[in-house]
Every structure is written in structure tokens, then in C-alpha cells.
């Protein structure tokens, strides 16, 4: 079965700051796909990343970047400079080809940006 | 506006009482799920529509929880007899269906159910 884990509960930076938040996979499945979202305190979820398992391929977002390394099974993603309004909970998911496009998702890292 | 749109956004209920939240996905998309958000808590997969395709009910925690979904298009979630620990952020996303998965999906703002 597949599973996310997102071993950082909580993360404290002061603005500007680099942070590198961690997630780690499970599945079986050979084909797969890797998502960011963020959830900012309004509540909805928004997405930042996609990515399939065949496309290991580093991307960079202006002041965002995922790195993403199956040798490892994980997705980490980085900001640099961090700014006040990135303070957010972000949660990484998974879905396997085989379950269409059901998510599963680790729990979530909130993030705190301090002036 | 053209993302997922869920009504009402903040709900109180008192206990034993049936709600019911709506979902309006974004217009194309075909497929529909159901997740809910309790608090301090990660997201739990509750249901998935796919096109005329049978539902996956597979995360519904309970027979008091149901959803339809109308015209391939708007979606409501029913909780009858509502408890306490049904208090949650209920959000419902949207996607396309293409391909073998992996689609991104999209969600709307959530729906905030408070049961006293």
C-alpha cells in the first residue's frame, strides 16, 4: 500500500532564511506521481508541484525547488529566502497509476516564517 | 469563479441533526472527491466520482455518512445523525480523468462542519 510520510510536524525559520521540507514514499507501484500543495490559514489547498516517476529531473520555481530522488524514495522541497507569507502547512501526496488519481497524503509540515 | 466551489463554507450543527455540504467542481472535470480534514490532523480520503462510474465509498467511515453526485457535475455530502467527532474541514476536489492517473486536482476552500 502506498504511504507519505512527512517526519517534520513543525518548522520555525526567521525570514529569509533557506528551509527544506522532507517527504518520503512508499509504493509498489512503478509508475506514480509526486505532489506539493500548501495550505495557507484560509483552509484551501493549492497546488504547487506535480511529478511523475520517470521524470527525476530537479525543478526550480522562482524561489522554490524540489528535489526529487527515487533512489531514496523522496520528494523533499526547498524555499529559499524564505518570506512571512510562505508560513503555510504543506503537505505532500502521492498517487499510483493503478488507483487512478487517488491521493494519499503525508501529514503535513506547518511551516512558521518570523519577521 | 472557475475553481471548486463548496457551500456553505462554515456550518454549526447540533448533534443528531443531518447536514448536507455541496461541491461544484470546476467545469470539464469529470472526476470528484471527497476528503476531510480534522483538526491537527492530515486529510482523509472519503470518496470518489469518476464520470457515470460506480463510486469508490471506500473511505466513508460510516454508513451515516452518503454522497450523490448530480448530473456528472455537483456533488453533496450527507452526514445523518451528526457527532461530535464528525467535526472537521470537509473539502472536495476536482480533476480530469485522463490517462492512467495522476491528473492534478484541485480543491475548493472547504467546508468547516462544527457539531455541538
Known amino acids: 500500500a502506498q504511504k507519505v510520510t512527512q517526519a517534520q510536524t513543525e518548522i520555525s525559520v526567521v525570514e529569509k532564511e533557506d528551509v527544506t521540507l522532507d517527504c518520503v514514499y512508499e509504493?509498489?507501484?512503478?509508475?506514480?506521481?509526486l505532489f506539493w500543495y500548501k495550505q495557507p490559514p484560509s483552509g484551501e489547498l493549492v497546488f504547487l508541484i506535480r511529478r511523475n516517476s520517470f521524470d527525476e529531473q530537479n525543478e526550480i520555481s522562482g524561489r522554490y525547488s524540489w528535489n526529487f530522488q527515487k533512489s531514496t524514495s523522496s520528494f523533499n522541497f526547498t524555499i529559499t529566502a524564505s518570506q512571512v507569507v510562505d508560513s503555510a502547512v504543506y503537505f505532500c501526496?502521492?498517487?499510483?497509476?493503478?488507483?487512478?488519481?487517488?491521493?494519499?497524503f503525508g501529514g503535513g509540515t506547518r511551516l512558521m516564517v518570523k519577521p | 469563479g472557475a475553481g471548486v466551489s463548496q457551500s456553505p463554507s462554515n456550518k454549526v450543527t447540533e448533534k443528531g441533526k443531518d447536514v448536507e455540504l455541496r461541491c461544484d467542481p470546476i467545469?470539464?472535470?469529470?472526476?470528484l472527491y471527497w476528503y476531510r480534514q480534522s483538526l491537527g490532523q492530515g486529510l482523509e480520503f472519503l470518496i470518489y466520482f469518476q464520470g457515470n462510474s460506480a463510486p469508490d465509498k471506500s473511505g466513508l467511515p460510516s454508513d451515516r455518512f452518503s454522497a450523490e453526485r448530480t448530473g456528472g457535475s455537483v456533488s453533496t455530502l450527507t452526514i445523518q445523525r451528526t457527532q461530535q467527532e464528525d467535526s472537521a474541514v470537509y473539502l472536495c476536489?476536482?480533476?480530469?480523468?485522463?490517462?492512467?492517473?495522476?491528473?492534478?486536482?484541485?480543491f475548493g476552500e472547504g467546508s468547516w462542519l462544527t457539531v455541538v
Open positions: 501526496a502521492l498517487s499510483e497509476a493503478k488507483a487512478g488519481n487517488m491521493l494519499t
Open positions: 476536489a476536482s480533476s480530469l480523468a485522463l490517462g492512467a492517473g495522476g491528473n492534478t486536482i484541485y
Open positions: 509504493t509498489r507501484d512503478t509508475t506514480y506521481y
Open positions: 467545469s470539464g472535470h469529470t472526476a
